[in-house]
């Protein structure tokens, strides 16, 4: 089993719609988790990071955390075709100071 | 201000050279972060300094790869003898404090081996 896990997708949702982007992750001790946005070609970008369980708004962007369940997802709303990317779910693991990436899940807003 | 800088973007060797990857990270931040990142897949983590202290090189794939960041600012990724199988993009990332904070990438570079 993968530490961070993700869909791979292609995930395809209209403009303006939704788009819910799930991550799990298997170390019950990780406290920090992250999403990243990759251009093609382009490194990571950070837009979102959240530390406690419950939802964080950024803008368009909410993360959400249930530790419990070992769960992280990021919900984009009204979705842009300029959010066409792969995002990237992060988690800091109780073992170390590195960041543990999930393979990304490839998002495609079509106009 | 500055973000996290890299040199050279893309380097192309031949099997068996040595490279020199360069990160200039953002002015200030304590930890740094080289990852490797394959086509199609997430970045994978390599090596961490927090200043100038290697404290964790458990991710670096063979001796053959070797970082070092002796003044705590800028870092080097050397890899000798490189393999086919090296090729990739590294990724530096830097945060401002260690523990699981905010890492901030540079725009990588891409090695290709011939």
Redesign the interface.
């Known amino acids: 089993q993968k530490e ?1 896990e993700q869909n791979s997708g292609p995930l395809s949702v209209p403009e303006g719609a939704i788009a819910s982007l799930n991550c799990t992750y298997s170390d019950r001790g990780s ?2 988790f ?1 999403w ?1 946005r990759q251009y093609s070609g ?5 837009i979102m ?1 959240i530390y406690s369980n419950g939802d964080k708004e950024d803008g368009r962007f909410t993360a959400q955390l249930n530790k419990a369940s070992q769960y992280v997802s990021l919900l984009i709303r009204d979705s842009q075709p300029s959010d066409s990317a792969t995002y ?1 779910c ?1 988690v ?1 693991p109780n073992y ?9 899940t490839r998002l495609s807003v079509l106009p | 201000g500055a973000g996290v800088s890299q040199s050279p973007r893309y380097k192309v060797a031949k099997r068996g050279q040595d490279v020199a990857l360069r990160c200039d990270p953002i002015s200030g931040h304590v ?1 740094l ?1 080289w ?1 490797q990142q394959a086509l ?6 390599l090596t ?1 300094f ?1 200043n100038e202290a290697q ?2 090189k ?2 670096l794939p063979s001796d053959r790869f070797f970082a070092e960041r002796p003044e705590g600012s800028v870092s080097t990724l050397k890899i000798q003898r490189t393999q086919q199988e090296d090729s990739a ?1 590294y ?1 530096c990332a830097s945060s401002f404090q ?11 570079t891409r090695l290709t081996v011939t």
């Open positions: 961070v406290q920090s992250f990243y382009k490194s990571p970008e950070l990071s990237l992060a800091n170390g100071q590195n960041f543990v990436f999930g393979p990304g | 930890s972060f990852y199609g897949q997430g970045p994978e983590f961490y927090q404290l964790d458990s991710g993009v990724l260690a523990g699981g904070n905010e890492q901030y990438f540079g725009p990588g």
